[in-house]
């Protein structure tokens, strides 16, 4: 209880109305100031595009687009080549690679979109010949197991030194590489740790979305990278709803993956290709799939952005996939993974705009 001579003494201090009406003031702005330093800062969402490496430089023309749709990232991808799935020799930075799938290229790309303050993520990835899933590769002895890890550590620092240079925000240190993590954890970790050495930024691992939940490196890295093609819908044109449904089961999975490392999820690549039966098997590229759809495209990438977006345990992700040439890109009769100038194209520039 508050004696009475404290509230005289109180406002005999204050008996200037105008020094009574400055201390009211200063007491609310204080109040004001301390409520909203205890609020949570809501973080930015990556919202990204998976820039495709051509033949040639860019320009300034050719970012003009991604800051278009609202993106904030770009994740940038040279490459390197094996000649079949147990072979251990990677060959890169080679004179008959495209310019954008080098290091050259890479900076060079770099650059340029830097200077629209597009962060960028660094993806080196690896094609086998013929098109063979790069998470089948698999040595057939010790000798060539070695061989292989030197290589990859040749080709991967290369690029974790590139990422360092021109100061990238994110450098993903593989992608959907199932065999070659399962059968060598050892050489993973450490592995990171050279990297470690030579980047000094947020780190992460592309895996395939029925791989994740197997990666023991986790705890290592900064986020959780999925390559995020569930399947969600056997449907024809599968509908908003019958992709929500689909994802229950593996948003529960992922977040429980998020809550055992404590790590931020994101989805180092999503995206669904313009044709019947969508969500079915989001991950093939196989050209007998050739019925355009443009809107099971829309439904199914709706779906992952209400399914995804909001959650504070979900850091964001990059759009499969985003070609230089805009103007000869996509369109309405393209049956193929990127959303360029088609009607998926709008919904992702909304969803980008909101943070």
């Known amino acids: 209880m508050i004696k009475p001579n404290f509230v005289c003494s109180f406002f005999f201090k204050f008996r200037d109305k105008i020094t009574l009406m400055r201390f009211i003031l200063q007491f609310c702005f204080l109040l004001i100031f301390c409520t909203c330093a205890m609020a949570p800062v809501k973080k930015e969402k990556i919202n990204g595009v998976s820039f495709v490496a051509s033949r040639d430089t860019i320009t300034n023309e050719h970012v003009v687009s991604v800051v278009k749709l609202n993106a904030n990232y770009a994740a940038i991808m040279p490459f390197g080549f094996v000649k079949d799935i147990s072979h251990p020799e990677i060959i890169h930075n080679s004179d008959r690679q495209w310019f954008g799938e080098t290091r050259a290229g890479a900076k060079q790309y770099i650059k340029e979109l830097s200077k629209n303050h597009l962060k960028i993520m660094i993806k080196p990835q690896i094609w086998v010949w013929h098109g063979e899933f790069t998470g089948l590769i698999k040595m057939e002895s010790e000798e060539n197991w070695k061989l292989l890890e030197q290589s990859y550590s040749k080709f991967i620092l290369e690029y974790a030194e590139l990422a360092e240079e021109t100061e990238a925000d994110i450098f993903c240190i593989g992608t959907e590489l199932e065999n070659f993590v399962a059968h060598r954890p050892a050489y993973w970790l450490e592995l990171i740790t050279e990297i470690k050495k030579t980047y000094s930024g947020k780190l992460t691992y592309a895996a395939n979305w029925n791989e994740f ?73 196989d050209r007998s799939m050739n019925q355009v759809n443009l809107q099971a495209q829309s439904n199914t990438t709706e779906a992952l952005f209400q399914t995804f977006w909001k959650e504070d345990w979900f850091a964001g992700g990059f759009i499969w996939k985003w070609f230089h040439n805009y103007s000869e890109s996509g369109g309405n009769n393209n049956h193929q993974f990127t959303p360029q100038n088609k009607p998926v194209e709008t919904l992702i520039r909304k969803q980008y705009s909101l943070n």
């Not at 529960?252 to 055992?260: C, H, R």
């Open 213 to 285: 939940n197997k990666t023991p490196f986790w705890s290592k890295l900064d986020y959780i990278g999925i390559d995020a093609y569930f399947p969600v819908s056997d449907s024809k044109t599968p509908t908003i709803k019958e992709c929500l449904e689909g994802w229950k089961n593996h948003k529960q999975d992922v977040k429980n993956v998020s809550d055992k490392y404590n790590k931020l999820i994101l989805f180092t690549e999503y995206g669904y290709r313009s044709v019947d039966f969508s969500g079915k098997a989001p991950w093939k590229s």
